[in-house]
């Protein structure tokens, strides 16, 4: 679920084809606050020009929300990134499953999970509790060893 961050310039909408309407209830808080904003329904991954110099034509105070299929996060949240926004300058809601790398402790092998709370590693056999610690630069979790 999205938070209305007040005090903020500009709010930038962006989505897939598949509008989330937690984004029709903050746009609604926009129009009442009279708040600027742009919103975008992309539907293709050839629109990703436009999103990149839509991005880069941001002045400081524009804030960013993102929803659709984890994909489509992911790939807005790079370019968003790349033209200078940071983490605390938006939030994203992905809408379907997700699937998130795990990293086993013991070998280091790459695992899959989706929504499991414990995974047996594919590398070495090792029975894994699926962490919160998150790793930017691996992209992915932390799997420890289940204590039994």
Known sequence: MFSYVEGKRKLLF???SEVDRNLYILVRQALDENVTFEFHILEE???ESF???WFHKQKMGAYLYISGKEDFV???KDVAMMAGFTEHDMQSLINGPVKKKLI??????VNEVSDQTH???VHCGQEL?????YSRRLDAYLGY???K
């Open 51 to 53: 999103v990149n110099q």
């Open 14 to 16: 962006c989505t897939d």
């Open 129 to 133: 509790e699926v962490s919160d610690h």
């Open 74 to 76: 992911k790939r807005i």
């Open 145 to 147: 060893v289940t204590i």
């Open 119 to 121: 995974v047996v590693c």
């Open 45 to 47: 991954e050839s629109e």
């Open 104 to 109: 086993c402790c013991t070998c280091h092998g």
